[in-house]
């Protein structure tokens, strides 16, 4: 009942993660460093640990060592996803004696089929840290770890610490093209209604299954995110199934949610005359690593270029629907509400901005192929303070949805 | 009221005209259940080999799957307390260590009490019908008991009978006045009030009575506290009350009540109950846990069944909507985030007020997780103090669950299952403050007592908010210090409200071979619970030494920080054949750790007992360990002991040296079921005296099958042969000590 225990493992690595952020051309790969700490081996009482020992050579002070009085020395398992690519991992070692054949690290990428045995007589010179490189490429996420074993013998040796470096990451045609997938030729059937809803954690405060009533048949997939990343629960397995529905509504969706299958076959979908409503929120857009899929940010009517693209509205700011997008419905009470918490991103050329705040694009309307997309920057997050009144609970907004769902969907 | 006087009246009349044509002489057995009038079949008769019955249940290979049971009504008449179930059977083959028995006693409506399985080398192989005991705490006077004895195969056994003896009763009549009721209403009690307590005395005879109540208070060792004495006069079917004294004079451990009812110079009866003063629970309790949430009705019945049972401490798990924003919600009624069940507030303030009702401690479940609906609510109203981008534990959602909860379908919920949580940004200071608030606000709910505090103090996560931003600007170079400093300031917050409520983390399988870090440091200290997974996660590979060691060395770390350890043993005590479970309890309490989960249904209460009563000798932070040249203990005999010597200095120049004496388990590994334990007896024990002390005392105390100490004789006050007389699962040596010249003996 208790997480704490696998919970631990990765805990020092998640000060680690990788700012994503840099700017799109020139992608900054991340790379992550474990300080190797061998596991936990029972000892007698009163015995030194003599397999996690302080090394003054060492980056972080403290190395984990393996001798004969140490016996077999296993590194914890650090596991993390990485996403498509190729990768090195380099192990920084040391041995005392660099004539020995001894066999003396096993070094391996699991879940990578990659690994290598190390002999003491491989190292350049024995009491100096050396790093040693194990490429490995994954074509899909993929949790990965980087273990260490050490292997008693009469050569002593120190495991330091582990980095892995992202040398090129795949895009979704690469990795479709490794997959062999062939991309279908698509066009919206004219009897296609209905919407497919794909819930994120907040869906609820979109107000989605009112706006969408009159739409026809709601289909419904959700998102569920476990320890390898998002995925969605019920997205159809096929085009044809996918385009039963006139409107696809993304209401907080992570790109890794989507397999490259997926995102092809939504790209599909709306080139093909499909509408798509991306609606906004912590797991969107730069937060959700929209960037990083050429396919999902080439669909959007927005520039996503890093990962924190949400900035506070302080004080929040009032929705301004753009002239030529006002009805009647949509213009709602006198009082407009106001967004807390968005996505700043920037327009493509020919976006069309149906509702602003503060100056500044909030919902926005583009084109891909033959369909429709729109992209709501606000975000479900934050609390109003006095008066005011949060887009969510204001009245107007399931109106307004509809009227952009319709747009969307090619109604209007 | 009347028709129970009754009915005991009737059955104190039926015990003495069974006592009378009984053949073995008196005969303490509330009730009896020949098995062959159950069965009715595979029945022998037994030849004279100390069956009671002239007929036996007679089990042989092909018949498995036979049940014996009993369900009826019949004992609603045996109260609430201590009693030992006894099996007689007589094993054909004592080498088979394949279970035969499957033995399910249960208190009904209330808890299974003990449900385990009986090898033939579980009993004493003499050849003929031997009684196998088992102790049980039943819950509640005016509840049945039932059972359930299956046939399980393997090897021939034949089974006589089965009976229920009161622990405190023993060997002795029925009596026409009884002692009913001992000591004071809670088991734990606060230290520096006043405690009171009450002997209360019935007389179950159509006459009038006049006897002599004697009550002593004992404790450390030996030591008698006060001793009152009063005639009373009882008309027909009177019950009377004694008042005792309750001041304690802020003294802490265990008491003993030793009760004594005399009539004309002859014993009537006599009772024996134990309780605790200890601010701290972890100074003389085990570790249980129960969902007082969602059982109203046999809450109070669990209270007491823990009490009899000599657990002190209970754990609630998973009750809150959400374990780290919600612990004092609002509404009356809810799921719960991460236990997936429903929960009324006010069936968990009744559980939790019967539970501290009978003096147990009670401890909330807090977590570092946003959970369910409430902590994914709380997330969105605080985006910028929230972890959004965390992997595993802490960063995981399903949104269909989470659509379930909201809907309150709460089988969906489970049929979807997973884990659904965020992760507050702890290195916030707003966040610590909430955190503070809400243990405050659940305490002022809930009446807890403690906290198991789960992955507190986790500052290390999150360096940057929803913004992309630094928060604070200055992040804390020494995460671990900055985690210590957090754990520290949140103590102090709500010990400024509740100066005894403890806290505690579960370490998960920490026992790691690095030194303690200064957030585990400041977890331990000033009495922290740290609970410990991995002590108990063995692998079919691993053996008794190793469990023992981890045992030691987890409870010596903690104690030398100031905490008390608390370990998860009880996992195992289900792949345990009978003999094999006592070594879970006594391990851990040799080594000076706790039991997590204590329960009951163990059937351990002699060990819980022995460390509510003696809790000074295991739990003391002022005892040092003694190792090597330093322990003055020496002996030969086939025991574990070397670990388990320690020395407390007490008031006075008094010292007290205390060995834990252990008997090996049979076999190495935790996997391999062994034989009967059999106890050893006179194993010679050599103290050699620290120079400038002589020895004053010194004593031997078993847990079985009571807690119980003998004065050990010796002859020289330098070095003394000690003679310690049984050794079964675990007994304790203590000798007592003053410097050379100290003018006189306690």
């Not at chain 2, 104690?559 to 879970?584: E, F, H, M």
Request: with cysteine.
């Amino acid at each position: 009942m208790n997480r704490r225990a696998i919970f631990r493992a990765p805990l020092t690595l998640l000060m680690l993660l990788p700012v994503l952020g840099a700017a799109p051309a020139v992608e900054e790969l991340p790379h992550w460093t474990d300080e190797v700490e061998a596991m936990f081996r029972s000892l007698p009482l009163g015995a030194v640990d003599l397999s996690n020992v302080a090394d003054a050579d060492a980056s972080g002070g403290r190395a984990a060592k393996v001798s004969r009085q140490t016996g077999y020395v296993n590194s914890w398992h650090n596991y993390r996803t990485l996403s498509p690519g190729d990768y090195r991992a380099t192990f920084r070692l040391k041995v005392s004696d660099n004539t020995s054949p001894q066999p003396i690290f096993w070094l391996i990428v699991e879940n990578a089929n990659v690994d290598r045995r190390l002999r003491a007589n491989e190292f350049a010179a024995a009491g100096k840290y050396q790093d040693f490189d194990l490429p490995f490429s994954i074509t899909r996420p993929t949790l990965v770890s980087t273990p260490v074993r050490g292997l008693p013998g009469d050569v002593e040796g120190w495991a330091d610490r582990v980095t892995i470096t992202m040398l090129r990451r795949y895009g979704d045609r690469q990795q479709l093209r490794l997959l062999g997938y062939q991309t279908a030729k698509f066009t919206l059937p004219a009897d296609a209604s209905g919407v497919l809803l794909v819930r994120g954690v907040y869906h609820e405060f979109w107000h989605a299954d009112e706006a969408f009533k009159a739409f026809g048949p709601q289909t419904s997939s959700a998102v569920f995110a476990v320890q390898v990343g998002p995925a969605l629960r019920g997205f159809p397995e096929s085009l044809e199934a996918l385009g039963r529905s006139r409107l696809v509504v993304l209401a907080d969706v992570p790109a890794a949610a989507l397999t490259v299958q997926q995102r092809a076959m939504l790209e599909a979908y709306v080139e093909g005359g499909g509408g798509l409503l991306v609606l906004g929120g912590p797991y969107v857009f730069g937060l959700g690593d929209w960037h990083t899929s050429e396919i999902l940010a080439g669909l959007l009517p927005v520039v996503t270029e890093q990962h924190y693209d949400v900035v506070e509205c302080d004080p929040p700011q009032r929705l301004e629907i753009a002239p030529a997008w006002k009805t009647g419905q949509a213009a709602g009470p006198a009082t407009m509400p106001v967004v807390i918490f968005r996505h700043r991103l920037r327009l493509k050329p020919g976006a069309e901005v149906m509702v602003s705040a503060g100056g500044e694009p909030l919902i926005v309307a583009g084109k891909a192929g033959r369909g429709r997309v729109v992209a709501v920057l606000a975000t479900p997050l934050g609390e109003v303070a006095g008066d005011e009144t949060a887009w969510w609970d204001w009245p107007g907004w399931p109106g307004l949805l509809t009227h952009i769902g319709e747009w969307a969907s090619g109604k209007k | 009221m009347i028709v129970k006087r009754i009915a005991r009246t009737l059955l104190c009349t039926c015990s003495l005209l069974s006592l009378a044509v009984s053949a073995q002489g008196a005969d303490p057995r509330l009730w009896r259940f020949p098995l062959y009038e159950l069965v009715k079949q595979n029945t022998e008769e037994s030849i004279d080999e100390g069956a009671d019955n002239v007929y036996v249940w007679a089990c042989k290979p092909g018949m498995q799957g036979e049940t014996s049971a009993n369900a009826s009504t019949l004992h609603t008449i045996a109260p609430a307390g201590g009693y030992e179930l006894v099996l007689r059977v007589k094993p054909l083959d004592f080498h088979r260590l394949d279970p035969v028995l499957r033995l399910i006693v249960r208190e009904d409506g209330v808890a299974t009490l003990a449900d385990i399985t009986l090898a033939p080398t579980d009993f004493e192989p003499s050849g003929r019908f031997v009684d196998w005991r088992l102790p049980l705490a039943k819950s509640l006077d005016d509840s049945s008991l039932s059972w359930t004895l299956s046939y399980l195969g393997h090897a021939s056994i034949s089974v006589d009978e089965m009976g229920l003896v009161p622990v405190h009763r023993q060997g002795d009549a029925w009596p026409e006045v009884e002692i009913m009721r001992l000591g004071p209403a809670g088991l734990v009690n606060n230290s520096g009030i006043a405690i009171p307590a009450e002997a209360v005395v019935t007389n179950h005879t159509l006459e009038r009575q006049s006897v002599a109540l004697s009550v002593r208070a004992e404790v450390g060792i030996d030591e008698s506290l006060w001793h009152v004495r009063r005639a009373l006069d009882l008309e027909p079917l009177d019950t009377t009350r004694v008042e005792l004294p309750s001041d304690y004079q802020g003294r802490q451990w265990g008491v003993g009540l030793h009760a004594e009812l005399s009539r004309d110079g002859q014993l009537l009866d006599r009772r024996s109950e134990l309780f605790a003063i200890a601010d701290n629970f972890n100074l003389v309790s085990q570790f249980g846990a129960a969902s007082l949430d969602n059982d109203v009705e046999h809450a109070p019945g669990l209270a007491v069944g823990y009490r009899t049972a000599g657990i002190g401490a209970l754990e609630v798990d998973f009750w809150a909507p959400c374990d780290f924003s919600r612990l004092a919600p609002a509404e009356d009624e809810w799921i719960s985030g991460q236990g997936l069940r429903r929960v009324r507030k006010v069936n968990l303030q009744q559980g939790i007020a019967a539970v501290r009702g009978q003096g147990l401690r009670v401890l909330t479940y807090g977590d570092m997780w946003l959970c369910g609906p409430a902590g994914f609510e709380w997330a969105r109203r605080h985006p910028q103090q929230t972890i959004w981008d965390h992997s595993w534990y802490g960063g995981e959602y399903d949104v269909d669950q989470l659509d379930a909860l909201r809907a309150g379908n709460l089988k969906q919920s489970r049929q979807i299952g997973g884990w659904t949580a965020l992760t507050p940004r702890l290195i916030d200071p707003a966040v610590q403050r909430l955190e503070a608030e809400q243990i405050v606000a659940s305490v002022q709910m809930f009446g807890w007592d403690g906290i198991r505090y789960d992955n507190n103090g986790l500052v290390a996560i999150g360096g940057k908010d929803l913004l992309g931003r630094d928060r604070p600007p200055d992040p804390p170079d020494d995460t671990d210090q900055a985690s210590a400093d957090m754990i520290r300031r949140l103590r102090r917050q709500v010990a400024a409200r509740y100066p005894r409520f403890v806290f505690g983390d579960n370490t998960g399988g920490r026992f790691a071979t690095k030194p303690p870090d200064a957030k585990w440091r400041a977890e331990a200290a000033d009495g922290g619970l740290i609970m410990e997974e991995g002590v108990g996660q063995l692998s079919a590979e691993g053996d008794w030494s190793e469990m023992a060691r981890r045992a030691v060395l987890t409870a010596r770390t903690a104690k030398a920080c100031g905490g008390y350890q608390v370990d998860i043993v009880t996992t195992l005590i289900p792949k345990l054949n009978w003999s094999a479970r006592p070594y879970c309890y006594a391990l851990e309490l040799a080594a000076g750790a706790h039991v997590a989960y204590a329960a009951p249904e163990h059937a351990m209460r002699p060990f819980c007992l022995f460390a509510l009563r003696y809790g000074e000798l295991l739990y003391d932070l002022g005892a040092r360990p003694l190792e090597g040249d330093e322990n003055p203990f020496q002996t030969f005999a086939a025991a574990w002991w070397k670990d388990y010597a320690t020395r407390r200095d007490l008031p006075g120049g008094r010292r007290q040296y205390i060995l834990g004496l252990v008997q090996p388990p049979p076999v190495k590994r935790v996997s391999d079921a062994f034989p009967l334990v059999k106890p050893l007896n006179n194993l010679p024990v050599r103290f050699r005296s620290p120079a400038g002390e002589r020895i004053t005392r010194a004593w031997a105390l078993e847990p079985e099958p009571q807690p119980r100490s003998q004065r050990l004789q010796f002859e020289a006050a330098t070095t003394a042969q000690l003679i310690v007389p049984r050794l079964h699962y675990w007994t304790v040596l203590v000798v007592e000590t003053l410097p050379q010249h100290a003018d006189r003996s306690p």
